[in-house]
């Protein structure tokens, strides 16, 4: 077979497009993102047909060299593998150079700090309850923060004590929301906030929600002004899942050995939690 020539920048150029309605809106926007910054600069002038794995190579050990982490070393790969699978499949390549790519690096993970469980507690009760019930439900359930920021208070099932996971909230690029590029997503108001499927393609079985939790979230609800949504700020819009505790990794220990303030922004626990992203 005789690959057919086309410019590696004008078929990711494609590729993005065509994929634009089967993907989700971050991660649509994660591909882009790799494409003009990873591989186009590197890639983009040769043809599809004559990219070889000594590119290939050279592509990785460029980006070893780079502050990317393996992990985002690795992400890139996986996309360029499934960009040439996608090539072939079109007889613009006649084979895969970025198949079986090893990505041997130097292990690039940190020490992680566990705090004690009464640092947790002590550092819990500084927040304000709408992170508190926030974090409590991401504990008993396990979602995401995309889906936990997309609960309605239709998801939430106080007499039979189950919540349901139905979507996630993201924050996707506006142009791309008004013209409607993405099937499957709910633009919410003017925003650049929109619901869309879960990330898991699996679907997600009720889970239990403990008296407890029950009884937090329908506090919560007392307070908040009327608003389908169970995590809101006070003008009843979802909390923004790009704003949400902006600084929440970088804490400064106090001296009770609780979490006192954040380092990035020097501000108390509360303060730093409802700050809040432009829309």
Same mark, same amino acid.
């Given at each position: 077979m005789?690959?057919q020539? @086309?410019?590696?920048? +004008?078929?990711?150029?494609?590729w993005?497009?065509?994929?634009?309605a089967?993907?989700?809106?971050?991660?649509?926007?994660?591909y882009?993102?790799?494409i003009?910054?990873r591989?186009?600069?590197?890639?983009?002038d040769?043809?599809?047909?004559?990219?070889?794995?000594?590119?290939?190579?050279?592509?990785?050990? +460029?980006?070893?060299?780079?502050?990317? #982490? +393996?992990?985002?070393?690795?992400?890139v790969?996986?996309?360029?593998?499934?960009?040439?699978?996608?090539?072939?499949?079109?007889?613009?390549?006649a084979s895969?150079?970025?198949? @079986?790519?090893?990505?041997?690096?130097?292990?690039? #993970?940190?020490?992680?700090?566990?705090?004690?469980?009464?640092?947790?507690?002590?550092?819990?009760?500084?927040?304000?309850?709408?992170?508190?019930?926030?974090?409590?439900?991401?504990?008993?359930?396990?979602?995401?923060?995309g889906?936990?920021?997309?609960?309605r208070?239709?998801d939430?099932?106080s007499?039979?004590?189950?919540?349901s996971i139905r979507r996630?909230?993201q924050?996707?690029? $506006? $142009?791309?929301?008004?013209?409607?590029?993405?099937?499957?997503?709910?633009?919410?108001?003017?925003?650049?906030?929109?619901?869309?499927?879960?990330k #898991? @393609?699996?679907p997600?079985p009720?889970?239990?929600?403990?008296? +407890?939790?029950?009884?937090?979230?329908?506090?919560?609800?007392?307070?908040?002004?009327?608003?389908?949504f169970?995590?809101?700020?006070?003008?009843?819009?979802?909390l923004d899942?790009d704003g949400?505790i902006?600084?929440?990794?970088r804490?400064?220990?106090?001296?009770?050995?609780?979490?006192s303030?954040?380092?990035?922004?020097?501000?108390?626990i509360?303060?730093?939690?409802?700050?809040?992203?432009?829309?």
């Open positions: 005789d690959a020539p @086309k410019l590696f920048s +004008r078929f990711c150029d494609d993005l497009e065509t994929t634009k089967t993907r989700k809106p971050q991660t649509w926007g994660n882009r993102s790799m003009e910054k591989l186009k600069p590197t890639l983009g040769f043809e599809v047909r004559d990219v070889t794995r000594a590119d290939v190579q050279g592509l990785r050990d +460029r980006l070893f060299k780079t502050k990317l #982490s +393996r992990k985002s070393v690795k992400n790969f996986l996309l360029l593998h499934k960009l040439f699978e996608d090539a072939t499949d079109l007889e613009l390549a895969n150079p970025a198949h @079986k790519i090893k990505l041997d690096a130097p292990d690039d #993970s940190i020490e992680r700090h566990v705090p004690k469980p009464e640092d947790v507690l002590l550092t819990f009760a500084q927040l304000p309850p709408i992170y508190q019930a926030l974090l409590a439900t991401a504990a008993m359930t396990g979602a995401r923060r889906e936990l920021l997309g609960l208070w239709e939430i099932d007499v039979r004590g189950s919540v996630g909230l924050r996707v690029n $506006k $142009k791309l929301l008004a013209a409607g590029a993405f099937r499957g997503v709910e633009q919410i108001g003017a925003s650049g906030l929109a619901l869309a499927a879960p #898991s @393609k699996k997600r009720e889970m239990e929600l403990p008296l +407890r939790l029950s009884a937090m979230l329908q506090l919560l609800r007392r307070g908040q002004p009327e608003s389908s169970v995590f809101q700020d006070e003008l009843g819009a979802p899942p949400f902006p600084c929440s990794t804490l400064r220990i106090g001296p009770r050995s609780s979490v303030a954040c380092t990035a922004c020097g501000t108390s509360r303060a730093c939690c409802t700050r809040r992203a432009p829309r």
